[in-house]
């Protein structure tokens, strides 16, 4: 075995880091004091690493639309490809919310509780027209400022339509919105590279801070949170793939290992973004024009965990909880508030507090018992974003196999080591978009899922 780490496969590397993380995590719990030297050893350098992903976030999502709009045009009817992708977000919110109402039913994860906390959750009610204004901000710079990526994305398609619409004249910034959006992929891939060192103090940091024990309490909800998610992301999405992609789910989620992985991690679909986007386009084979669109949309919107499964599956716990009884009618309505209510959630750790706010208060349950789940939504939080990234990176499979768009060559050959400098456009060929990389970029040899 090879002793040097760094000449390791990157999901050898990560794996390791995480290993490393539990164990050095369970050492400081076990000696007490874990949170203060949590909060005072390991969140920050976790947090910087987080954050320089994020820093990026802006810029790449918006130069990646404004560019993928102009280039849809080449790979098929712009508005077919957007309601396709619209459409099969909601069909499989709509499935990973009917598995986490089941699996509430099921387990009854708020009966026989005594009072877990005395506190309440400091939510605002989220209405319709905050999600209105998130999506149509009247300050752009300031919505970029503020990350608010869903008017990010908004602005960016209408830029993009009209640098469309102008013709030749237009050309010339497109082009320029394209250098950026390659720059802004190579600073991405700098950061990349650090994933190891900060996949151990982001895991090394909660193993410290909650330990087994903080779990025993809520101990059903964690159970059964992790067990809906588990259904959605071997069963779901791999009957998905297998009836309508046609591709094999085990080749896909050994594709999208990393950025699953790194979603586990990090709690943020928005940091993952930029390691999706190239497990999109130099794994699974989704042509980059499409992939540059429907990635970047789907971390903005596309919320499978956060949005759906967490929220359906807090809902019953609440009702449980409280003694609320629920009818058929208020089920329609958790799953309808659930799916739709996506719009409202951001791509960083927390959306999923909006989307539960959202979800208790169109059935009238109480905002109160939120405070309950507090204590252990860190430890949720990375079960929910890993389905999170994997429903992002299913649908985009999904709608380039039905529009031609899917190269098999690339989903079921070696995957590409994802340390490796990202391909750019003239290097992979704009006539084939695939993002395939020359041969000596990719992995020796494959990567297990």
């Given at each position: 075995?090879?002793l040097r780490v760094w000449k390791w496969q990157f999901?050898?590397?990560?794996?390791?880091?995480?290993?490393?993380?539990?164990?050095?995590?369970?050492?400081?719990?076990?000696?007490?004091?874990?949170?203060?030297?949590?909060?005072?050893?390991?969140?920050?350098?976790?947090?910087?690493?987080?954050?320089?992903?994020?820093?990026v976030v802006v810029p790449l999502v918006f130069a990646?639309?404004?560019?993928?709009?102009?280039?849809?045009?080449?790979?098929?009817?712009?508005?077919?490809?957007?309601?396709?992708?619209?459409?099969?977000?909601?069909?499989?919110?709509?499935?990973?919310?009917?598995?986490?109402?089941?699996?509430?039913?099921?387990?009854?994860?708020?009966?026989?509780?005594?009072?877990?906390?005395?506190?309440?959750?400091?939510?605002?009610?989220?209405?319709?027209?905050?999600?209105?204004?998130?999506?149509?901000?009247?300050?752009?710079?300031?919505?970029?400022?503020?990350?608010?990526?869903?008017?990010?994305?908004?602005?960016?398609?209408?830029?993009?339509?009209?640098?469309?619409?102008?013709?030749?004249?237009?050309?010339?910034?497109?082009?320029?919105?394209?250098?950026?959006?390659?720059?802004?992929?190579?600073?991405?891939?700098?950061?990349?590279?650090?994933?190891?060192?900060?996949?151990?103090?982001?895991?090394?940091?909660?193993?410290?801070?909650?330990?087994?024990?903080?779990?025993?309490?809520?101990?059903?909800?964690?159970?059964?949170?992790?067990?809906?998610?588990?259904?959605?992301?071997?069963?779901?999405?791999?009957?998905?793939?297998?009836?309508?992609?046609?591709?094999?789910?085990?080749?896909?989620?050994?594709?999208?290992?990393?950025?699953?992985?790194?979603?586990?991690?990090?709690?943020?679909?928005?940091?993952?973004?930029?390691?999706?986007?190239?497990?999109?386009?130099?794994?699974?084979?989704?042509?980059?024009?499409?992939?540059?669109?429907?990635?970047?949309?789907?971390?903005?919107?596309?919320?499978?965990?956060?949005?759906?499964?967490?929220?359906?599956?807090?809902?019953?716990?609440?009702?449980?909880?409280?003694?609320?009884?629920?009818?058929?009618?208020?089920?329609?309505?958790?799953?309808?508030?659930?799916?739709?209510?996506?719009?409202?959630?951001?791509?960083?750790?927390?959306?999923?507090?909006?989307?539960?706010?959202?979800?208790?208060?169109t059935v009238g349950l109480p905002l109160q018992a939120?405070?309950?789940?507090?204590?252990?939504?860190?430890?949720?939080?990375?079960?929910?974003?890993?389905?999170?990234?994997?429903?992002?990176?299913?649908?985009?499979?999904?709608?380039?196999?039905?529009?031609?768009?899917?190269?098999?060559?690339?989903?079921?050959?070696?995957?590409?080591?994802?340390?490796?400098?990202?391909?750019?456009?003239?290097?992979?060929?704009?006539?084939?978009?695939?993002?395939?990389?020359?041969?000596?970029?990719?992995?020796?040899?494959?990567?297990?899922?």
């Amino acid at each position: 075995m090879n002793l040097r780490v760094w000449k390791w496969q990157f999901w050898q590397q990560i794996v390791l880091s995480l290993v490393l993380g539990v164990a050095a995590g369970a050492l400081i719990n076990n000696f007490g004091g874990g949170e203060k030297t949590a909060a005072d050893w390991l969140d920050p350098f976790g947090d910087v690493y987080v954050s320089l992903l994020k820093v990026v976030v802006v810029p790449l999502v918006f130069a990646a639309i404004v560019v993928s709009v102009g280039r849809l045009r080449n790979v098929g009817s712009v508005a077919r490809l957007t309601a396709k992708t619209l459409g099969w977000f909601v069909v499989t919110s709509a499935i990973a919310t009917a598995i986490g109402l089941t699996v509430a039913l099921l387990i009854k994860p708020g009966q026989g509780l005594g009072k877990l906390a005395s506190e309440s959750a400091a939510t605002d009610p989220v209405t319709w027209t905050q999600v209105l204004h998130n999506l149509f901000p009247s300050n752009i710079v300031k919505a970029m400022a503020d990350g608010n990526v869903l008017g990010v994305v908004t602005f960016a398609v209408l830029f993009g339509a009209a640098l469309v619409a102008i013709g030749p004249r237009g050309e010339r910034l497109t082009s320029l919105i394209d250098d950026l959006y390659v720059v802004m992929q190579k600073v991405v891939w700098w950061v990349v590279r650090l994933t190891p060192i900060g996949s151990f103090f982001l895991i090394g940091s909660v193993v410290a801070t909650y330990g087994p024990s903080s779990l025993a309490p809520l101990a059903k909800f964690t159970g059964a949170i992790y067990l809906a998610v588990a259904i959605m992301l071997l069963v779901g999405y791999p009957v998905l793939l297998r009836a309508f992609g046609r591709v094999s789910p085990l080749k896909f989620l050994r594709n999208s290992w990393p950025a699953i992985q790194f979603g586990f991690v990090s709690s943020s679909s928005l940091a993952t973004l930029p390691i999706a986007q190239r497990v999109s386009i130099e794994r699974n084979g989704v042509q980059r024009e499409y992939a540059s669109f429907a990635q970047p949309l789907g971390a903005t919107i596309k919320f499978d965990g956060c949005g759906a499964i967490y929220p359906a599956v807090a809902a019953v716990f609440v009702a449980q909880y409280t003694g609320v009884h629920l009818g058929i009618a208020d089920y329609a309505l958790i799953a309808l508030a659930a799916v739709i209510g996506q719009l409202g959630t951001g791509g960083t750790p927390g959306p999923a507090l909006v989307a539960l706010t959202l979800t208790l208060t169109t059935v009238g349950l109480p905002l109160q018992a939120v405070g309950y789940l507090i204590a252990i939504d860190k430890v949720i939080d990375m079960a929910r974003t890993a389905l999170n990234v994997t429903g992002q990176l299913t649908v985009p499979v999904l709608v380039a196999r039905s529009e031609g768009l899917l190269d098999e060559a690339v989903f079921n050959g070696p995957p590409k080591e994802l340390t490796s400098s990202p391909s750019t456009p003239d290097e992979a060929g704009e006539s084939g978009g695939t993002g395939e990389a020359p041969a000596r970029d990719r992995a020796p040899e494959p990567v297990p899922a």
